[in-house]
Nanobody
Framework: VQLQASGGGLVQAGGSLRLSCAASGRTVSAYGMGWFRQAPGKEREFVAAITWNGMSKYHVDSVKGRFTIARDNVKNIVYLHMNSLKHEDTAVYYC??????????????????WGQGTQVTVSS
């Protein structure tokens, strides 16, 4: 499975972005999917996860009400809709696929495949 993250960029505080994670090589429709981020000098942190069928979603408290994870199993794409962006959201965002964790997970070690990351920069 190859994951390609895109959609990052430079945005002003209060703005919006939509990240996309396109999977290739194999369908990820049965995989739990997640988004993580890593800011300079900090550890990678969990942002959001979604179950294989999209019925349940989980978001870290710091993004609840602002970010929404979604998936389109027909297109083999996972999204992260980001609204009301803050300077502290600045990071490289990574998508990940968990082959045996159908519900997704907040733990990076539960994921088997990772995308290359896309930079999100929020100017204050």
């Amino acid at each position: 499975v190859q994951l390609q993250a895109s959609g990052g960029g430079l945005v002003q505080a209060g703005g919006s972005l939509r990240l996309s994670c396109a999977a290739s090589g194999r369908t990820v429709s049965a995989y739990g999917m997640g988004w993580f981020r890593q800011a300079p000098g900090k550890e990678r942190e969990f942002v959001a996860a979604i179950t294989w069928n999209g019925m349940s979603k989980y978001h870290v408290d710091s993004v609840k009400g602002r970010f929404t994870i979604a998936r389109d199993n027909v297109k083999n794409i996972v999204y992260l809709h980001m609204n009301s962006l803050k300077h502290e959201d600045t990071a490289v965002y990574y998508c990940a696929a968990a082959q045996t964790r159908y519900s997704g997970s907040e733990h990076p070690n539960d994921y088997d495949y990772w995308g290359q990351g896309t930079q999100v920069t929020v100017s204050s």
